[in-house]
């Protein structure tokens, strides 16, 4: 062997398995590292935003048309 030529990834050590459950180990392997690449290039989750930062709450709500509006205006 020269060192141009590529290893094989798979080495069956023992058994005979078929060509079909070869094909689903490679598929089933490379879904996995797929999943895995596709972690590690993920954003990294950001915490929450602070009740504390949240300006909503001071925010009246909406006023509807009705008895007892002008109460509610004041809040």
């Known amino acids: 062997m020269t060192g141009h030529e590529k290893q094989p990834h798979l ?30 290039e993920a954003p990294a989750p950001t915490a929450p935003a602070s009740g504390w930062r949240d300006r909503s709450r001071t925010l009246r709500p909406r006023l509807h048309p009705g008895p007892g509006t002008w109460r509610r205006s004041l809040r």
């Not at 490679?26 to 797929?34: F, G, I, P, Q, R």
């Open 11 to 40: 080495v069956v050590v023992r058994g005979e398995p078929t060509a079909e459950e070869l094909a689903a180990l490679t598929a089933v392997l490379s879904a996995h590292a797929a999943a895995a690449r596709a972690a590690a």
